[in-house]
């Protein structure tokens, strides 16, 4: 997974998504062999040689300038997320060529603070790769509950949100609409893999993913990027049935966000993840009992208003 090769493929993909009428393009009744673009019509949408777009989409050329590379974005209307997406394939400094296994990731101290402050909410801290660093009792129940909650706090055993999507039964069944939560996950690690090309984590995650799941594949291979910021999902949990969310994503730095889910006060969804909250809340302590003895007895246990004993008293020897 190296920068030529991605950004490559990236260009590739959407150019051939691209349709003629969508961009503007006459073809005359022409038959054309390959639906989308071809590249000098896209070259000169954006304003640049075809020479030079070929070299580019064949991994040839890594120094395009900010401008150029906003010309093309915008020939293949490209949105916010996917243009930076594009940026960051044609960074030449981020590709060293050789894959690096980081060390495990930490949970930062200010983002467990802001964890804690989020108990009545459901909240989940993900990290670079969508592992799952921590979460709260709450966010526990509504995403996996039916995993082991100690499960966030060793490293070697993590869930993760991306592996969980694609390849556990129970997740996938908690979302209406599967299709659109995965194409959420793939999206994002589109951009994560944008960022960090030499991750040889990421690289293990995605063949792994690519081998176990169709599905997965044939939307990697689609290029769609999309930043998980906010979006609505209807979930159907074992617990409290079917209620829509609103998963926000938290950003706490560019690899670690939090991501919560929240519904309107006052709505059926608020109430079923209060229904959840008071089911999954820990047993309360057993109530001590009540004190039946006389209130001239307790004084005597405690020593209230006894006199001095035998051989206390002042000016004894």
């Known amino acids: 997974m190296n920068g030529k090769g991605q950004l490559g493929d990236f260009l590739q993909a959407r150019r051939s998504q691209l349709l003629p009428e969508d961009a503007g393009v006459p073809t005359y009744g022409e038959r054309r062999r390959v639906p989308g673009l071809r590249r000098e019509e896209l070259a000169l949408l954006a304003g640049v040689g075809t020479s030079y777009y070929t070299r580019l989409e064949q991994g040839q050329s890594l120094n395009a300038s900010p401008e150029v590379l906003d010309a093309i974005a915008r020939a293949l209307r490209l949105d916010e997320s996917e243009c930076l997406h594009l940026h960051d394939l044609a960074r030449p400094g981020k590709h060293r060529g050789r894959s690096r296994r980081p060390a495990p990731e930490r949970v930062a101290e200010a983002t467990g603070q802001l964890l804690d402050a989020l108990a009545d909410v459901p909240a989940v801290v993900l990290g670079q790769r969508s592992d799952v660093l921590a979460w709260n009792r709450l966010g526990h129940a509504l995403f996996a509950g039916h995993l082991d909650p100690g499960a966030a706090d060793r490293p070697a055993e993590r869930p993760n949100m991306a592996r969980l999507v694609f390849l556990d039964t129970h997740t996938r069944d908690l979302y209406a609409d599967w299709p659109s939560k995965a194409r ?5 690690l589109r951009l994560v893999a944008g960022r960090h090309p030499d991750d040889a984590a990421l690289h293990a995650l995605l063949g792994e993913l690519s081998a176990k799941s169709g599905e997965f594949a044939t939307m990697w291979a689609d290029h769609h990027i999309k930043a998980c ?25 560019p690899d670690q966000n939090i991501v919560v889910a929240t519904a309107q006060v006052g709505s059926a969804s608020h109430a079923a993840l209060t229904l959840l909250a008071q089911a999954t809340a820990p047993a309360a302590a057993p109530a001590a009992a009540p004190d039946t003895a006389s209130p001239s007895r307790r004084a005597a246990a405690a020593g209230v208003g006894a006199g001095p004993r035998p051989g206390s008293g002042p000016g004894v020897a």
């Open 229 to 253: 910021d906010v979006a609505t999902y209807t979930m159907r949990h074992p617990l409290i049935g079917e209620l829509a969310v609103t998963q926000q994503t938290l950003g706490r730095g």
């Open 184 to 188: 959420a996950v793939v999206g994002n």
